[in-house]
């Protein structure tokens, strides 16, 4: 079982920059690839970003390819979310999660996130001027 806490959220200008953390605790994280999620106000959950178990590979929905970058240090059992020129319509709650996917080289995060199990409590990203 992995339990996960997401940290670094708060109120940022459009063009600013934050850096979730999402920190472990329990399994082996190098066990699970890790996906980043964010639910806005009466809008559904929309996936951010993914990275596999080892860090091999990443993947992102469209419009936050280029902006954000998803990293991990499996030492420190920490997943990071680099979210660069941040937009108003980037306000959301934003939550990580784990799915169990050793050796697995690619990742996905689908709104129905059916294959993440284990999540965090989420981070409020406010982007406003």
């Known amino acids: 079982q992995l339990q996960l806490v997401e940290s670094g959220g708060g109120l940022v200008h459009p063009g600013g920059s934050l850096r979730l953390s999402c920190a472990t605790s329990?399994?082996?994280?190098?066990?699970?690839?890790i996906g980043w999620f964010r639910q806005a106000p009466g809008r559904e959950r929309e996936g951010v970003s993914c990275?596999?178990?080892?860090?091999?590979?990443?993947n992102y929905t469209g419009a936050m390819r280029g902006r954000f970058t998803i990293s991990r240090d499996n030492a420190k059992k920490t997943v990071y979310l680099q979210m660069n020129d941040l937009k108003p319509d980037d306000t959301a709650i934003y939550y990580c999660?784990?799915?169990?996917?050793?050796?697995?080289?690619?990742?996905?995060?689908?709104?129905?996130?059916?294959?993440?199990?284990?999540w965090g409590q989420g981070t409020q990203v406010t982007v406003s001027s």
């Open positions: 999660a784990a799915s169990f996917a050793p050796y697995v080289p690619h990742c996905t995060v689908p709104p129905g996130a059916g294959q993440y199990t284990y």
């Open positions: 990275i596999t178990s080892r860090g091999v590979a990443t």
């Open positions: 329990g399994s082996r994280l190098d066990y699970y690839a």
